[in-house]
Each structure stands twice: as structure tokens, then as C-alpha cells.
């Protein structure tokens, strides 16, 4: 069986409400990384994140990896919400993979939550019984 490794950053990553989406279509948890200190991350209503490369002003965003079928890709990227897509994203190990991405325009007049690291910890800061760890 082909597999990609995938990076996610919000909502699919384990515990949270979209990760049935990626055990639906097979995948396995990795690991959890950071990302290389050059993407910035937004909230779209505070129901997921949207990652961003950018130019100047980045940082390291918490993710995990998670080993995806190639044939399950398309239907998990199908189930994403509008405006997120996969593209490449560096690792801090400079490993790099696929990994879900957000749309510039899908940021604009949405709040920044670079500073917080990760959509973990941005939801835990509202949310205190909210798990910064992974399950």
C-alpha cells in the first residue's frame, strides 16, 4: 500500500473532531512535530486553524504526522473545510511532507493565533479543561 505522510494542524489531529476523518480512511499517528519557524496560523471561528507559509514573521506550529494512504487522500481532503488544502510543508528536522494548508484569503479578518504555537494551545488558553497534549 502507497502512504504520504501528512502534517495536520487542527482539527484532525487525535482527540479532536475531525480526526475520525483521518481513521476513516486508514491512517496511522506518527508523531508530533513543529514545523519549520516560518508559518503564522489563524482561527476561522474558532472551529479550526488555517496555516499560512510566509515570507517574514513566522513561527513553529505544533502538528502532528500522520501516515495516510495515497488512495484516501483525496476523499480526506474532500472532508476538509472550504478554503484548506494539502500542499508542502517543511518539518524543524527539515524533513518534508504534505501537510494542510489554509487559503490567504480564508485569514482575512480572522484572528491571528501565531503566537499560541499550535491550535492546541490556542484552545486550551479559552478553554482550560481543553488537553494541550495529544490523547
Given at each position: 500500500?502507497?502512504?504520504?505522510?501528512?502534517?495536520?494542524?487542527?482539527?484532525?489531529?487525535?482527540?479532536?473532531?475531525?480526526?475520525?476523518?483521518?481513521?476513516?480512511?486508514?491512517?496511522?499517528?506518527?508523531?508530533?512535530?513543529?514545523?519549520?519557524?516560518?508559518?503564522?496560523?489563524?482561527?476561522?471561528?474558532?472551529?479550526?486553524?488555517?496555516?499560512?507559509?510566509?515570507?517574514?514573521?513566522?513561527?513553529?506550529?505544533?502538528?502532528?504526522?500522520?501516515?495516510?494512504?495515497?488512495?484516501?487522500?483525496?476523499?480526506?481532503?474532500?472532508?476538509?473545510?472550504?478554503?484548506?488544502?494539502?500542499?508542502?510543508?517543511?518539518?524543524?528536522?527539515?524533513?518534508?511532507?504534505?501537510?494542510?494548508?489554509?487559503?490567504?484569503?480564508?485569514?482575512?479578518?480572522?484572528?491571528?493565533?501565531?503566537?499560541?504555537?499550535?491550535?492546541?494551545?490556542?484552545?486550551?488558553?479559552?478553554h482550560p479543561v481543553f488537553s494541550v497534549k495529544g490523547v
Amino acid at each position: 500500500m502507497d502512504i504520504v505522510d501528512l502534517a495536520v494542524n487542527g482539527t484532525l489531529m487525535r482527540g479532536l473532531v475531525l480526526n475520525p476523518n483521518l481513521i476513516g480512511v486508514g491512517a496511522i499517528f506518527v508523531r508530533e512535530a513543529f514545523t519549520e519557524p516560518v508559518y503564522r496560523l489563524w482561527s476561522i471561528g474558532d472551529i479550526h486553524p488555517a496555516m499560512v507559509r510566509v515570507r517574514d514573521g513566522g513561527a513553529a506550529i505544533a502538528v502532528e504526522v500522520w501516515q495516510v494512504p495515497s488512495a484516501g487522500l483525496g476523499m480526506l481532503l474532500w472532508q476538509e473545510p472550504p478554503g484548506l488544502s494539502v500542499g508542502k510543508v517543511r518539518l524543524a528536522d527539515g524533513e518534508m511532507v504534505l501537510g494542510v494548508l489554509g487559503e490567504p484569503i480564508l485569514c482575512e479578518n480572522q484572528l491571528e493565533i501565531t503566537e499560541w504555537g499550535g491550535w492546541r494551545a490556542y484552545m486550551a488558553s479559552k478553554h482550560p479543561v481543553f488537553s494541550v497534549k495529544g490523547v
